[in-house]
């Protein structure tokens, strides 16, 4: 077991809270039969992954079809669409989640941007500050790679930096154009992804003020990690000709479920919390079954469940990203009461599970 | 085990047994008593070396239901309240641990709203259910949710509608009671009861009581989904690899 000292028994009780959340989304939405009808997709074992009814529709940056059919596109079409989408939502994600406080780009101090559905350099982070006017001194960092999980990895960083320089602004944004890395190629492998994935970006303002109370955002208390070594190859990019494609194995939703209780008990054990005391779930909408396999070895119900499910539905998966887009169907519900607390989960590649502490007190 | 006001509690061996006890109103419950309860179930569920909860009531009665002599026209129970009844009674029914209600005497709304929520119900002929809350004016709790399940609709809409007392031996032949048997057998049905739960396997307890629980909420595809999470968990469980360690010791022996 390893040694560690609760972070909320520092000097200082108080803890950076979630301020804000905006989310955008491209403008076309499909569902998915009209993807199966513009990819011209007629084999029964591909199209069934297309027909099950936890995802109706998704936002995606689909070519315009040719004849009615989605075209053949290159490398550099994909790159491109990455690209021109972080710099289309991100911004439209970025505004929707300073404009309520009376923020703008200037006034951030730290700035995150996490993607795994593209690669850029320089990053993101740069292209933002070029054409919304961060600041020139603006502290920027590009998280890459690290898959469906990285929102919290990058939550993390943010909120350690704003809560040893309370006043401060953290910005993360979660870019994922997953319409950028899908690989048509006809097989199951593919099949799945391209069923799955959605495009959306998520922003997440993050400041340690005592000026906020309970009702502008949750206290981030405490994060706890964990990687499952042995399931390193279950999830990843593999070079599919001259294309990065997606590899998801078909048991990793289970292997997931099956440990998450790991991260989850020493999370609340060493904040004296037990299952019970938590009263909301913002949970990563990675599919069906992962979706089920955390109900079932947490004890969550599916109205535990409901904002994963929801977003799955109407989104897909939208990566990284996800867990913001729950979070904010929790906060437009106004259930949330006073003293409540709530635990943020994301998985990904690695196999990663990521879990972060919310407490609603002021 | 820690005290209750309303509740006697015993542990022996791996059995906790609640008694519900408050002699001078027949075992109606009140704030007191939901709040012992709800106690009663964190107690039990943090309890590692604990495998059985039995719930009974002291004396001859399990309990005559809600005590509404506890309420006054100014100060009446809120739904807040209620809420807070039906979190204990969904404690109870997800426990994880086998949960036996033994019924003697009357067992009266409430009362029977805490044994539909138990894994095992047994009673004496001398039981007497009654759910006669639409009778009086407001709803059995989560009951609606519960008793058609044991004994279907057409039943449980003529036992909820009339608010009609019925039997241990009629709650039994509705399905609503596991087995029923004089008072005198009564120590000798609970042991029996409990032995034929053990041994205990907290994983696979849970996950089967938990589908069972939920088998006529979903459709097939979404029960299925459910149905796979739940049996992958009990396929990595350490029960479960002791099983095929064991099983391949005896092919080699």
Redesign the interface.
């Known amino acids: 077991m390893i040694a560690h000292t609760p972070p909320n028994q520092n000097a200082v009780s108080r803890r950076p809270r979630i301020v804000s959340v905006g989310t955008a989304n491209p403008p076309r939405r499909y569902t998915q039969d009209e993807i199966i009808e513009l990819f011209g997709e007629t084999d029964k074992r591909i199209t069934r992954f297309f027909k099950s009814h936890h995802i109706k529709t998704r936002h995606l940056y689909l070519p315009d079809p040719v004849n009615g059919k989605i075209p053949n596109e290159s490398n550099q079409d994909l790159s491109d669409r990455h690209m021109n989408g972080a710099l289309e939502l991100g911004p439209i994600a970025i505004e929707n989640c300073l404009k309520p406080l009376g923020l703008s780009p200037e006034d951030i101090d730290y700035l995150c941007c996490i993607s795994s559905t593209g690669f850029l350099c320089p990053g993101i982070t740069a292209h933002l500050t070029k054409n919304m006017g961060f600041r020139d001194n603006v502290h920027r960092f590009d998280i890459l790679g690290m898959g469906c999980n990285a929102g919290l990895n990058g939550m993390r960083p943010i909120t350690g930096l704003t809560h040893a320089n309370s006043g401060k602004l953290g910005l993360m944004l979660c870019v994922e154009i997953c319409s950028a890395a899908y690989v048509y190629n006809k097989s199951l492998v593919t099949a799945v992804v391209n069923s799955l994935f959605g495009d959306g970006v998520a922003a997440a303002l993050i400041r340690d003020d005592q000026s906020d109370d309970w009702q502008r955002g949750p206290q981030i208390l405490d994060f706890e990690s964990y990687i499952i070594t042995d399931a390193i190859g279950t999830m990843r990019f593999e070079l599919e000709g001259s294309k990065q494609s997606f590899f998801l194995d078909r048991d990793i939703p289970y292997v997931l479920g099956n440990h998450v209780e790991n991260p989850i008990n020493r999370l609340l054990g060493r904040n004296n919390l037990k299952l019970r005391d938590i009263n909301h779930w913002v949970v990563h909408s990675g599919g069906r079954k992962v979706i089920d396999a955390i109900k079932y070895n947490l004890g969550l119900t599916n109205h535990d469940m409901r904002h994963t499910l929801s977003v799955l539905k109407n989104y897909g998966n939208l990566s990284s990203g996800a867990f913001l887009f729950s979070y904010n169907e929790l906060r437009r519900e106004g259930v949330i009461r006073e003293g409540d607390l709530g635990v943020a989960i994301t998985m990904g590649p690695g196999a990663s599970i990521e879990t972060a502490l919310l407490s609603w007190k002021s | 085990m820690k005290d209750y006001e309303t509740l006697i509690v015993n542990k022996k061996g791996n059995v906790v047994t609640a008694t519900i006890h408050r002699p001078n109103s027949k075992n109606a419950i009140d704030i007191q008593m939901l709040n012992d309860l709800s106690g009663l179930m964190?107690q039990v569920?943090?309890s590692h070396d604990v495998d059985v909860l039995v719930l009974q009531g002291d004396g001859d009665i399990f309990s005559s239901g809600i005590d509404l002599s506890a309420f006054s026209p100014e100060k009446t129970l809120d739904v807040h309240g209620i809420h807070k009844w039906e979190k204990m009674c969904r404690?109870l029914e997800?426990l994880d641990k086998f949960t036996v209600a033994a019924v003697n005497g009357d067992c009266i709304g409430g009362g029977a709203q805490l044994v539909l929520a138990c894994d095992a119900r047994i009673g004496t002929t001398k039981a007497k259910f009654q759910l006669n809350e639409v009778k009086l004016g407001f709803l059995p709790g989560m009951a609606t949710f519960r008793i058609a399940k044991y004994i279907g609709l057409g039943r449980a809409k003529n036992l909820i509608l009339t608010g009609k007392t019925f039997t241990g031996s009629e709650a039994q032949q509705l399905g609503m009671l596991d087995e029923v048997c004089e008072y005198k057998d009564f120590d000798a049905l609970l042991e029996s009861t409990i032995n034929s739960l053990l041994p205990f396997n907290p994983v696979a307890l849970?996950?089967g009581r938990?589908l069972l629980n939920e088998c006529y909420a979903e459709t097939y595809?979404d029960f299925l989904?459910?149905f796979?999470?739940?049996q992958?968990?009990c396929l990595?469980s350490e029960s479960f690899k002791k099983l095929v360690i064991k099983a391949k010791k005896d092919q080699t022996s």
Do not use: I
């Open positions: 964190e569920e943090d404690q997800r849970q996950m938990r595809e989904g459910d796979l999470a739940a992958h968990r990595n």
